[in-house]
């Protein structure tokens, strides 16, 4: 499969390290929305790029992408994507408590996928020691066949994707969404290394 | 005398930093549990002095733990250790008991500090 295998102590450190800036941003949601956010264990997959192409592509119609890219030292960069299903993309609208002429529902997607891309990163990157700056976030067209065409022009070749399944309860609300990273190879091997300095602490 | 201690993650790494942030004469005593049914299990069975307990677990998760420790009526010291930062959740386990809320990544000055406010170094 993907270059990305780790050895179960990797893996381990790479989820605990997840679930920490997982929660940072879940508190930034929670301020955000100035409400309580129910964290749930989440669950974190590699996949490669074909097999992520056909999982999206089978979806396409159904949901609402956010696309933000980022970049650190010693060559770990990315792309961020936060997926949404279409039914939840709408229900933000009303946990915004925006009034209807402040912010488009785009404008309200795209603020709330950068709250949490960029605190989820952030938390991450200085845990690793690095430090992440940001492209603006874009919210794709919704027209079938633009996120794959979007996927093939990535300023950078990427190798792996990390999803991330979040799941984001809000008092009388739910929503899920998905963060997939795309990581090139480069990046991968660098957060290897760096999982095993922190394991080697240990 | 170094207290019986239990040590709550479903991480095998986040167990570990709490294990090394741990005074030298407590590490002798060390139990861990990987989840809050496990906890609960060794809470029940032995006379655990000092928890520390994070939240986000799969199947009983701390609140459940911290909730069975009041139902039992156990006397314990728990520190939640947890990375679900949110003002709600910190006080919200401070109301079912725990002594302290520490934010995850623990630091080891910061763990010792606690323990001595608490008496309990």
Known sequence: MSEFHLTEDQQDCLEELINIAMGQASDQLARYLDTFVYLKVPSIESVDAKELMQTLSQQEN??????????????????????????????IADLLGYEPDELSQDEQLIDISSILTTTFLNVFARQIDNQMSYNAPKLLPSAKDNLSEHLQQMPFSWDLALKVNINYQVTDYSFNCNMILLIPETAITNIKHVLDRILAEF | MSPSVLICDDSNMARKQVLRSLPEEWKNTVQMATNGAEALTILRDNSIAVLFLDLTMPGIDGIGVLQGIQKLKLDCNVFV????????????????????????????????????QHGLL
């Open chain 1, 62 to 91: 159904t949901m609402a992408v956010v696309s933000q890219g980022f970049f650190g030292y010693e060559g770990i960069r990315g792309e961020a994507l936060l997926v949404y299903q279409e039914e939840d993309s709408g229900r």
């Open chain 2, 81 to 116: 250790i947890s990375a679900d930062i949110q003002p709600e959740m910190q006080s919200k386990v401070k109301v079912l008991g725990a002594k302290e809320f520490l934010r995850k990544p623990i630091k080891a000055d910061v763990l010792i500090n606690h323990l001595q």
